[in-house]
């Protein structure tokens, strides 16, 4: 098997979009580390948070292995949450991050991915578009539990709920996995902004046709825009080449190159996978992937502290309008609930015994939650009127889905209960 030096290639794009009026999205792509970050709160605070974790994980990821990402993206969750406390204007910035990195394990060379919130990396290999991430928002946990269908979940006007994100909590879960290197794989990172306005056979119609990265950036984030760009839509593409597969002339890559900055980024650049910190071995091109591992089903392996980690309840102010959105719905459907219980309750009629009368009562015998049944009409039927088999039936409680129906019973109740006349009286 011949050995061939695995390249990424990459480029990445971003826009404010056609109706919000700042960018909270940020992204980094410098071929040690690929972010995309969606920053939510208060003025500027989604930008800040935003910006302040690409920042953090660039400053951090300089020798790439999964611990030191994962340790990148708590350091930032932890400058996030000291920012927002020492300054009021930003309590209540959080960001989502979506991270991709080239990392040296024992079993060799990977590609790390570690997620927080609704952000999403792709993987688009062989025509297949496959999300890696799982989404952390509320719609995403509905679907689990099939309570939503995921087309249902793409519509949903809260969907926009996010259960996981950075400024939280200093206590934050994160996902990650390891993914084989293999070439031929390109990887799309993406904020919100892109997922919710274009379809995966959309994205996947751009991946197929634009085999640039930064060219297929750039066309999925105006096709976002073309479809309402309803939100900051950002885009990061990295292509998995062996080096052979390279353009001639295209041999030096970005590598030597300047980095580049976050968010300003529209050209194409690669970079040499071993020459990353970390990196010494070359990649086979093909099947490399020393574990045999299916790679196209990747195993989502909770965080090293998963154990100590417990589901994030936030408190924090930033969360307010989702945590406050969210009790809305759930006060929404409570009421809803118990409207249809007293409907329920009350469309009913039944017959009953009340003193020395016989009654015809509203409700269901027994009651319904707190929805008791009350006496609607006393008939003119006694007790005394009635032989001990037609009391039973009467105790009974037979129901009708009318008051007509209850009056026509007890109609029949006083002819039965009548004493046949007797022939020899009457003449
Ligand atoms: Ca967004």
Redesign the pocket.
Known sequence: MTEATVRLRYGGATDVGRVRSNN??AYLATGRVFVVA?G?GGHQGGEVASRLAVAKLEEHVVEATTPTLLEGVRLANRSIVEEAESDLDLRGMGTTVCLLAPVDTEIGPRLAVVNVGDSRLYRYAGEDLRQITEDHSLVESLVREGRLTTDEAAAHPQR?ILTRALGVSEDLELDWWELPVRPGDRFVLC???LFNELTDDQISAVLRRLADPAEAADELVRLALEAGGR??VTVVIVDVVAADDLPPGDEEGGGDGPIPRPSVVRASYDRPIDDLAGFSTAVPPDDGDPVGADPAEPVPVEAAEAAESTPRSSRRPWTRWRVVGYLGLLVVVAVVALVAIGVYARSNYFVDVRGDDVVILQGRPGGVLWFDATIEEVSEVVVADLTPALLEEVQGNPEYASLDGARAYVETLAERAEPTPDPTTNG
């Open positions: 909270q999205d969606d939510m926009n904020s919100d902004g939100d900051n």
